[in-house]
Each structure stands twice: as structure tokens, then as C-alpha cells.
């Protein structure tokens, strides 16, 4: 179950050394769901054993495992504690994966050696009044000669006072042109002890218990030009470009703990006497645990998938978005349902499931939530499988006299309002419901174009004989007969059909 067969050798080792760490470390993270302390030493000794370089190639002082390797090491540390790996995966995509993709060589040379000794850093983009929409952040950049000078609030940033750079994403224009183009924003690396930078407050949050998350002031914040990432007014670019490798970096967070739920909900019900038997002869905790062991197997598999592709450079929007949305929501219910299984045990702080569960809603929020990941698979997956997507054509069948697809519909040579018009009446035929798509509509015709399709369109429209669908900007987008163009069309014999079963009495 641990590895994966595309892994090479590199990364099977890396999962080998961070589960053996793991497996020895467990207690240390129960500690801190008690003391709520700050896990500092267990970042040493993650830092100590070169994995914070997981993502760094070897010539910044990393290991060079890539994406998988980073997502290998977020997945073990997750078993020990939340606050270890999220100050661990903040790291990675607040900045190390910015540097590594759009960063110079002299700023590589300058922070990756540190972030691979186990220099944290943090990344700043929400903002009191600035959250899913991130493209509307407030805090401004102003460039006075070779120096950009930040002032404005963040929050919710983890790793508030513990980092040792923040990327801060900061607004250099207002001008309404910039912002429709995306290149209103900067990415800047502000290092912690800059003048002006302080954190304001540390939010007593719901879950991950040890990690400082807050919010921070910036006060005429100057950091040199050299401190930015990208170019000028490509904030928005290095932020977008960050997403994919940070969604599915916090979903690699998410599996320690549902597999410490799977171990917990077997071993506690293997050893907890009802009625006589073991509570895991019991059919429902059977299917619960059937039920974990399904959803942590194809969150992992998203994960790794998506990682893999990234490894490759291929596109991963659709992938590391669903890794995201999947692994949190599956997150929260192998957490409920182990805790179930556990009976009140599960519910006490006696063992590490009522900890880990406490984490399940900030899994939802945080790196974007729930709604938005459902957005971009929404645009995203119509966008990437639009050719399979596509509603087949229907027609009547001459054979068996009912509606079925058609891989080729018959085409017309003539282009005349009278065949649009037929062609209307019998998309009336098979879809009575539907308004037939301008495209539709063009694959019936040997020869048109969109401006003789809209022109005999609107004529037909004008008669009262078809009723148009526009767009905002006006576009032609549906059509359907109107009932005087049916009747115009065909007789009413053309459009009737009865099952074969009817009593045909009954037909008038
Ligand atoms: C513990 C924690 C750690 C975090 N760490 C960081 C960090 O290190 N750095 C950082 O910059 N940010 C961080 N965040 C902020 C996080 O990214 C935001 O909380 C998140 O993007 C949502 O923003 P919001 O909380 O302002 O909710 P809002 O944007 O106000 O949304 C409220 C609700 O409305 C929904 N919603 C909003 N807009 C739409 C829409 N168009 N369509 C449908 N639904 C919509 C949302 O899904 C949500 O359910 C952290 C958050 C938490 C809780």
C-alpha cells in the first residue's frame, strides 16, 4: 500500500526513512495535541535529515525527489502531528516552489540553501476583507526607486512569527486595465525582521493545535526590487501557477491521519468485547473500516497521480484539484466514521482520533475551499473533456420508430429558412424539451456559416416562427420552433407517436 509502482528508487527510500521517523515520532505529536506547544524540535529533526530539500535539486543544497518526494515526506509527517506538516508544506509552496519555478539564480542561490536547512516561510495572499477572491488583494506595493514599499494586513497566515520569509502578494495598480489582465499584483519576499513587519495577532484556532497562524501588519514595508518573484505585475501568474503543486501538497497532509484512523478503528474494535464479541465482528464497523480503507487508497491515488504529472510537467489543474476537493471531504468522514467505530473512546483525547479530527474542517478552507475547488472542476474538467462531452445528435429511428443518437446526422445541401425550419421541427421531434445549439444546427447543412445561420434565424424569428437564446454580448447561442413554425414545418402526423402497448381508441 505504500508505494506506488511509478517511484524510483529515490523516493522509495524517502518513504522508507520518513515512516520508520514517523512510527518512532507518534508520541512526541500526542505531546503536542496536549501541551499545544510549537513543534520545534520535530522540524530540526525533519530539517536534520535533508527532507525539507525534498523539492530543492541537489545543486540549492535539496535532495531533488520532486513533487512526489515532497508529498512522500507531507504524508508522514501528517501521521505525527497537523502542526508539524503545516509548517512543513506552508514552507514548500510559500515559497520554495515559487523560487524553484519563476525565481532568479542569485535568489535560489539566496533562500533555497536555508528553506533545505529548515528555514521556514509563509505565504501571505488573504487579507481581513480578501478571501476566495484572492485577485482583489488590498495591500499595496509602491515602488520608489529600486525599492517596493508594502503596507496593508494579512491573516490567517500560517507560520505567523515563525517564518523566516513571508511571499507577500501585494497590489501595484489600480488601474482597471491591469486588474482584467491580471498584472496588478507583485510576489515579494519580505524576510522576517524587516522594519514595519510585525504580527498583529495569533488566531486560537479550532484545530491544528501548535501552529501559529495569524495576522500580520505591514507598516511602509521596504524590500528591494531584487526581492521580487517574476517580473513586474506577475503576482498573479506565480500565484496561479503555485495552486496545482500547493493543492495537492496539502492533500499529501491529510493521509497520515486517515491511515492512523484505519489502524485505530481495526485495533480498537479487534480488542473491544459487546455482546460477547469482538466489536469488529459487527457488520457495520466492517463496512466502516471497508469504507475508510476505500477512500484513503483513492485519496492517495489522487495525490500521487497528480504529483506524478506535475513530476512530468504535464498539466494537472483538473488532477490537483480533485485531489484537493476528494481527499479533505473523505478526510472528514474515515476521521467520523473511525471515531464511530471507537464508540466514546473515539471521542476522548485518550487517542489521537479526536485530534485529528478537529482538523477536518480547516482541511475544507484552507489552500482554497471546497466550493472553489468544485468551481474550477467545473470550468476546468468542461474545458479539458469538451470533445467527449459533447450530446450526441438524435434522430427517430425508421426501424424500431423511437428517439435514438445518431453518430451522423442526415445534412441538408440546400440553405434555405424553410430547411432550417425542418430541421428545427424535428429536433422538436426527438428533443420536444430542448432548444437546439447554433452548432447543432450548422452540422446539418453541407454549406453554412454563423452569419447565414443567424440571419435566416432572425428572419424566422421575425415571423414568429422560431424563438431565439442570446448571450449577454447578444450571440445567437439556441433556437427552437415556436408552435406556429411546427405547424408550419410538418403536420401535426409528423410529430404524434404512441407506445406500442396503447390502446389506439384511446387516440383522437
Ligand atoms: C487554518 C487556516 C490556515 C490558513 N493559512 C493561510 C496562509 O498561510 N496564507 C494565506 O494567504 N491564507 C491562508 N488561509 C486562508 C484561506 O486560504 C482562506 O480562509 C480561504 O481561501 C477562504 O477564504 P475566507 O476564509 O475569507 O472565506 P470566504 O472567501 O469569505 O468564503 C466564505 C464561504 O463562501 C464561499 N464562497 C466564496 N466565494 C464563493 C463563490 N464565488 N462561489 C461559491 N462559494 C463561494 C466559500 O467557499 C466559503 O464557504 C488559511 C485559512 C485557515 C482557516
Known sequence: MEYFPWWNEKQKQLMKETKSFADEKLPKGEEISWTKAFPKNLLEETAKRGWFGA???????????????????????????????????????????????????????RWLPGIAKGMLAAICITEPDVGSDASSIETTARQEADEYV????????????????????????????????????????????????????????????GLPNGYLDFNEVRVPVENRIGQDGDGWKVLVEGLNFERTLFAAGMLGPMKEALRYAIGHSQRRIQFERPTIDWEVNQFKIADIIAKLMISRLTVYYAAYLMDLNAEAVLEATLAKLYTPESYERVLTDASQVMGGDGWTKFYPIENFLRDARVNQIGAGTSEVMRMVIFRQGLKTLEEDLKMPARTLDKKLNVPISTPKPAVLTETNEENVLLILAEDYQVNPGLYMSRE???????????????????????????????????????????????????PLEYYRWFPEWLDKELIF
Not at 520532486?66 to 509527517?77: F, K, M, R
Not at 502531528?81 to 509548517?87: N, R
Not at 517564518?163 to 499584483?185: C, N, T
Not at 452540422?443 to 445561420?453: C, L, S, T, V
Open 150 to 209: 508594502i503596507n496593508g494586513k494579512k491573516r490567517f497566515i500560517t507560520n505567523a512569527g515563525v517564518a523566516g520569509i513571508y511571499l507577500v502578494y501585494a497590489k501595484i495598480s489600480d488601474r482597471s486595465e491591469d486588474k482584467s489582465k491580471y498584472k496588478h499584483l507583485n510576489a515579494l519576499i519580505v524576510e522576517k525582521n524587516t522594519a514595519g513587519l510585525s504580527v498583529e495577532r495569533i488566531n486560537e484556532l479550532g484545530g491544528w493545535v
Open 55 to 109: 523539492l530543492i535539486p541537489k545543486e540549492f543544497g535539496g535532495i531533488g525527489t520532486g513533487v512526489t518526494g515532497c508529498c512522500i515526506v507531507a504524508e508522514q509527517l501528517s501521521r505525527i502531528c497537523s502542526a508539524l506538516t503545516g509548517a512543513y508544506s506552508v514552507t514548500m509552496f510559500g515559497g520554495t516552489e515559487q523560487l524553484l519555478k519563476f525565481g532568479t539564480e542569485e535568489q535560489k542561490k
Open 440 to 490: 447543432d444546427i450548422k452540422k446539418r447543412f453541407a454549406n453554412i456559416n454563423d452569419e447565414q445561420i443567424d440571419m435566416l434565424l432572425i428572419s424566422l424569428e421575425s415571423k414568429g416562427l422560431a424563438k431565439l437564446y442570446k448571450d449577454k454580448k447578444g450571440t445567437i447561442k439556441l433556437a427552437k420552433a415556436t408552435y406556429a413554425g411546427l405547424r408550419k414545418a410538418r
